[in-house]
Structure formats: structure tokens, C-alpha cells
């Protein structure tokens, strides 16, 4: 079984910063078993990562209300179940975090209080799931980091971010809709937005896998062990440069159609 001390001791090994933001993937089930479990987990990442006025970024999206339930508020937080695993819906329930009010991709963030506002305040102007102007782009623009505890690069939805800087085509909707946050008070927050659809293709995110060779000849991705999970500490900013190469180079071709693996001219 492992402890908090553990976690701490494995954190600081693969060299998780402390000094900015990280965004966390988790299996707890990879993980394996540790002395209070997944609120331990938390506490552990968020002592690690905050130390030095770093921000913890948990996804807690709820883009199932929307998507499979075609419900028009899709972030309640008087019912707020993440839809992404057993971790979000912890962190989503923890009273030091903080969510930002994106209906679909929502992220909880820990750390000082006005970082963190600064970090999620965009989140009520923008209008993609994950705009290059919202926290999503803010990792990119503070240098953060993206942490898959157990997990591949196919839940790395960073990566989304990216196809929105580069303009990829097919990822989002054509038109428009209207989907709201109900705060505890019952009050309603309301935003235009477009929403992730990739006509053909059921899920792009299932292919993002095949990035991860380019990431690690350019030297993105370090790996490590949170408990009995493999870890891979992704730099945000080489991962965007990776993909704006191969976007380049592959004369801006379909890649997220299936499995076919990246052709190597295309980052090496």
C-alpha cells in the first residue's frame, strides 16, 4: 500500500514542477492501492504542485450531459458528476479547488486563490471547448505541463487545444449553441459555444496515441511511477511545437482517421 509520503517521494523523482501549472490524468485503478486512497492522491498532488505557486488542473468535465443527454445545462453544481473517472469526481468535490465555467470541458484548479481566478476567469468569454484563450491555452502560455498517471496520450485532452491553435478542420461544430452552468443558488450562467464534432471520425482523441513516437524523439515526455502507474510528464510546450511540425510537414492531411502511424519525415 502506498502512503502520502510515497506519492511525494515519486512526484518530486520525475521532476513534476512546482512553480506551474499541471494538469493531471489519473487511473486510480493503475495507481493501485493507497492509505486513504484517492483523496490522498489529491492532497498529495496538490502539496506537491502548489509548493512554489503552481497550479493543480484537474479535468472534471461534464461534456456527457450535453453530448449523450442533449441536456442544455451541462455543468450543474448542485449535481456535479465529472463524467471522466473516479478522480475528477473527487477533486470536483474538494472545497479548495475551484472550477472554471466551461459547460463541456470544465477544470478544477487548485493553488493560490488569485492565480487561480486569473487562470479560469477567461473561461467566460471563450467559445470552444478548449479555446487557445482559456485555461486550456493558458498551460501553453505559462509553460505547464500535462501529467498522465496511468493513462495514455489518448486522454491528453491538451491536445485538443493544439488542434484548436492549428485550425485542424473537422474537430468542431458548424453552428453555435447555447449551453448554461447552474451555480448552488440556482441562478444560471448562459454561453454560445461551438462544440467538439468530427464528421467520419467517432472520437479523435482515441487516435492521439499515435503523436506519442514524435514526442519522445523531441524529448516531450519523461517517465516515471506514481505508485504502481506508469507516468509520462509532458511538456506542453514541446508537444505544441511537435504538432505544428508534423501539421506542417504532412501538408495538413487527415491523421486522426485511425491508427496509421505518423510517417517519421513528418518529426524527424
Not at 505559462?142 to 485542424?168: A, D, F, P, R, W
Not at 515526455?221 to 511545437?241: E, F, H, P, R, W
Not at 482517421?257 to 513528418?266: F, G, N, R, S
Request: hydrophobic share 35%; charged share 25%; net charge negative.
Amino acid at each position: 500500500m502506498f502512503t502520502k509520503k510515497d506519492i511525494l517521494f515519486q512526484l518530486a523523482k520525475v521532476g513534476v514542477p512546482k512553480n506551474k501549472p499541471v494538469i493531471v490524468h489519473t487511473s486510480l485503478k493503475a495507481v493501485g492501492e493507497i492509505h486513504g486512497g484517492g483523496q490522498t492522491l489529491l492532497d498529495a498532488l496538490i502539496e506537491h504542485v502548489t509548493a512554489d505557486g503552481g497550479l493543480l488542473v484537474v479535468p472534471t468535465h461534464t461534456f456527457k450531459n450535453y453530448y449523450e443527454d442533449h441536456q442544455s445545462i451541462s455543468l450543474d453544481f448542485n449535481d456535479f458528476k465529472p463524467c471522466v473517472g473516479i478522480f475528477p469526481i473527487i477533486a470536483s468535490k474538494d472545497l479548495r479547488g475551484k472550477t472554471a465555467l466551461n459547460p463541456t470541458h470544465s477544470v478544477t484548479v487548485f493553488g493560490d486563490e488569485d492565480k487561480v481566478n486569473e487562470f479560469i476567469e477567461c473561461e467566460k468569454s471563450v467559445d470552444t471547448p478548449t479555446s487557445p484563450k482559456g485555461s486550456y491555452g493558458k498551460l501553453f502560455d505559462l509553460k505547464g505541463s500535462v501529467l498522465l498517471i496511468g493513462v495514455g496520450q489518448e486522454k491528453n485532452t491538451y491536445l485538443h487545444c493544439v488542434e484548436e491553435m492549428l485550425n485542424v478542420p473537422n474537430r468542431l461544430s458548424n453552428d453555435k449553441v447555447t449551453l448554461g452552468v447552474r451555480f448552488r443558488d440556482g441562478t444560471i450562467f448562459e454561453k454560445e459555444t461551438y462544440y467538439m464534432y468530427s464528421k467520419g471520425i467517432s472520437d479523435p482523441s482515441e487516435y492521439f496515441g499515435k503523436y506519442e513516437p514524435a514526442f519522445r524523439h523531441h524529448g516531450a515526455i519523461v517517465d516515471g511511477y506514481i505508485g504502481n502507474a506508469k507516468v509520462q510528464l509532458c511538456s506542453v510546450v514541446k508537444m505544441t511545437d511537435v504538432l505544428k511540425t508534423v501539421r506542417e510537414r504532412s501538408g495538413g492531411v487527415e491523421l486522426l482517421a485511425d491508427h496509421q502511424p505518423l510517417k517519421e519525415e513528418w518529426y524527424r
